[in-house]
């Protein structure tokens, strides 16, 4: 791994672990407890996920902006609402070396816990495939020394504390529950904890796993497989025809099927978990 990379990567994870008890009460509560109107009026946040996390991106931009000019950074943020990434981080001293790093979010199931909803890591597009290509990506992706997720995990507030519709005075605000609770940090490389799964119907996204450890641990299908894996298999997701020699054929959009027609090690292969308990 190039050793730059490393730095960063280190200097991210050491930067976001206070981030939790900056931004969370002492029971767990996210700090933010809704809008408020210039008549000292709080409305709740909706638990639309879209807008906990757009929020969430706003809550931690300032600590953003301070890690940059801490570790020697710019920020250039994505120019439209669509383009990947969300910050790309610029070393200072040579502009050659750029980061990519994209804000996640997602909920705990809450039956069971050590699992996630999971989220997309962006798209296996054109900017993916073509690694010089400046459609919807802030930089060619080529140019990038390394793609990480920022990414926070939360407990969703029951929905029976919860009311929209109720408005609260900037008295009663210690009262007000929060929408989120028990937030979680990580940062990884996306290829990290990526599975072998598109991420949103049918849209050209690549989605994570979802096992909680092994996203905190970094430990998604390609593993130990390595980022090239990664970016062969996504570049070529669902392009590569299998005959089964009876007449039928497949496309190759699985990450098994992908390595035993590449002739590599299918041992290699990090399996999804499901269990809490599960090797």
Known sequence: MNSTKEDFEAQLKNFVRNFQEQISTKDGQWTIKGFIDVFQNIYTISSDTKIISKVLEIHLFPKMIEFAQKNGYKIVLAEHQNYYPDITFV????ESIKFAVDFKTTYRNPNKPFLCNGFTLGSHGKYFTERTSTKNIQFPYGEYSGHFCLGVIYNRADNTTINEAKKHHISDLQSVTSVINDLQFFVAEKWRIASDKSGSGNTANIGSINHINDIINGNGMFAKLGEDWFDD????????????GKRTTKKISSLQDFVAYRKGDVAKIVLRRKKANQE
């Open 233 to 244: 298999y996504w570049m070529n997701y669902n392009k590569i025809t299998l005959s089964d």
């Open 91 to 94: 070393k200072t001293q040579d």
